[in-house]
């Protein structure tokens, strides 16, 4: 009996340690919140992003319905940070996963996760109306203002 236990606790140990880090990939997007990833071979217009330590420069931004942006994103700052393109809404729900799973990867055509001194595009066509949020969803920097506005009109 105690062969069993220990052999079932031993198991149950590794069952934990066992989690690999989880990527955005697995959660499959049928549609994005913020519009659609965009065109490589239409025009964009180019608009550059730094993210540093809880912030985004610039932290607001306006496009017109219809408008195809390529996105250079920078991580001028000394620690990971992310940039995830989606409404309020769905980046909070996003940002419960991430406390649960912080070593999300992000690579997908709305977001994507640097490391200190990286840099990436994101192509993205604004097909709605409205206003929506770029933001770091590592924990706790969005709790700490790691925010942006894109204003579609």
Not at 3 to 31: C, D, F, N, W
Not at 134 to 148: K, V
Request: charged share 25%; with cysteine.
């Amino acid at each position: 009996m105690k062969k069993t236990t220990t052999i079932s606790l031993a198991l149950i140990a590794l069952a934990g340690a066992a989690v690999p880090a989880m990527s955005h990939e697995q959660h499959g997007h049928e549609t994005y919140s913020a519009g659609e990833p965009g065109n490589a071979k239409k025009p964009a217009r180019t608009i550059e992003v730094t993210m540093s330590e809880m912030e985004f420069t610039p932290s607001r931004i306006e496009v017109k319905r219809g408008e195809q942006i390529r996105f250079i994103v920078r991580n001028a700052g000394t620690e990971d940070h992310e940039f995830l393109l989606a409404s309020t809404e769905d980046n909070l729900k996003h940002a419960d996963a991430m406390k649960k799973n912080p070593r999300m990867a992000h690579d997908d055509p709305n977001g994507v996760r640097l490391a200190p001194k990286k840099s990436a595009e994101i192509l993205w066509k604004f097909t709605k109306a409205g206003t929506f949020e770029f933001a770091c969803l590592i924990p706790d920097h969005r709790d700490y203002g790691m925010t942006g506005r894109v204003t579609v009109k």
